[in-house]
């Protein structure tokens, strides 16, 4: 089993760009989250699907943020336009929840820096 | 909003000896889990423990979870230097939500 696979490892990109973020959850997993971590705010949930369909998206922190889950193997998070306090590293994270949780499989990150 | 709180925020030991992290949270679980994250990786999970359960053991860990306290800790015996970390509580209500708290960083001296 490959894991959590995230992409890209590491982002640099300038204030006003767009950043997009892609994440492959492990097969068969049905839950599906993205995190944010920085020094300040710890890990942050933005958002989560459950089979595909978002959840919950009250933790995306402003409209320049969305995400996306066309199918069960694939998810992205886009930032447009992203700004420096954007700056931090990004985690997917999924798992095969049933009616009670199950503990989370974690991607690499995506370290994004927003000059 | 934070549901978890892990306390200390920072702890250094010397190898063999046992560290203890602590972790509160704030409203109903269904389960709480641990986490390890050694410094630029993601998470490893470590152990859940359920609601309705006291305690729980693996390894050289040892996990007891208070539901009247609400709160939880971590007792990793016989440290080593390699579990030089940060370790994570998270929190799990029954709507598919994790919530993790701020970490307690452990440091262990060979």
């Known amino acids: 089993d490959a894991g959590v696979i995230q992409s890209p490892r590491h982002e640099v990109t300038e204030m006003g760009q767009e950043v997009t973020l892609r994440c492959k959850p492990i097969?068969?997993?049905?839950?599906l989250f993205w995190y944010r971590q920085t020094m300040m705010r710890g890990l942050e949930l933005l958002i989560y699907f459950n089979n595909n369909v978002p959840i919950d998206d009250s933790g995306m922190p402003e409209d320049r943020f969305s995400a996306k889950m066309p199918n069960a193997s694939f998810s992205t998070l886009k930032i447009q336009p992203s700004e420096p306090r954007d700056s931090a590293v990004y985690f997917c994270?999924?798992?095969?929840?049933?009616?009670?949780?199950?503990?989370?499989?974690f991607g690499s990150g995506t370290q994004l820096s927003v000059l | 909003s934070q549901q978890g709180e892990e306390d200390p925020q920072a702890l250094s030991i010397q190898e063999g000896e046992n560290a203890t992290m602590n972790c509160s949270y704030k409203?109903?679980?269904?389960?709480l889990q641990w986490y390890r994250q050694n410094s630029g990786r993601g998470l490893v999970h470590l152990i859940l423990i359920r609601s309705n359960e006291r305690e729980k053991h693996s390894g050289r860990l040892r996990v007891t979870l208070d539901t009247s306290k609400k709160s939880s800790s971590l007792l990793i015996t016989a440290s080593r230097a390699a579990d030089t970390a940060s370790y994570f509580c998270a929190t799990e209500g029954g709507t598919y939500k994790y919530i993790f708290g701020t970490g307690t960083r452990l440091k262990v001296l060979a």
């Open positions: 994270a999924s798992t095969l929840y049933r009616d009670r949780g199950e503990k989370l499989f």
């Open positions: 409203t109903s679980i269904n389960n």
């Open positions: 097969s068969g997993h049905n839950s």
